[in-house]
């Protein structure tokens, strides 16, 4: 769960590794935000999509990303806004909990380059796949 970040004022994310080791990872991230726009385009439903970067050894890692976010509003809007990710996470090889903080900057770039600076913190939960022995 992310709390304002890449999917507006917060989304529900999943995110699953697909190269890498415990000290640089690559890793592809979908979510789903429902947010207000304004009164002539009504809520808007957010699809944020990222890939990121994950570097570190230990506990204290740097969270490097690029995505866009895809945005369906109630009254038949579309909007797309590019993404991008910088961040601490904290992740014990131990736990499952892990937590991220980080500058998520919007970028619309259909009529006029628009930078919008945001920021989001994260909490996540990792689902573990057991050996089946």
């Known amino acids: 769960m992310e709390l304002a970040g890449s999917g507006g004022l917060g989304s529900v ?3 699953k590794k697909f190269s890498g080791t415990d000290t640089l990872a690559f890793t592809w991230r979908a979510g789903l935000s429902v947010a207000p726009i304004d009164k002539n385009n009504g809520a808007g439903i957010v699809f944020p999509v990222l890939v990121n970067m994950i570097y570190g050894p230990g506990k204290h890692k740097l969270e490097l990303g690029i995505g866009q976010g895809i ?6 809007s579309f909007f797309a806004l590019a993404t991008g990710l910088i961040g601490y996470r904290f992740q014990s090889k131990e736990k499952r909990v892990f937590y991220r903080i980080s500058y998520t900057p919007l970028v619309s770039y259909w ?19 057991r050996n089946k022995a």
Do not use: C, F, P
């Not at 009529?111 to 796949?129: E, F, P, T």
């Open 13 to 15: 994310n999943y995110e």
């Open 71 to 76: 945005t369906i509003t109630t009254k038949g």
């Open 111 to 129: 009529v006029d380059l628009q930078v919008q600076h945001w920021a989001g913190m994260s909490i996540g939960y990792r689902i573990i796949k």
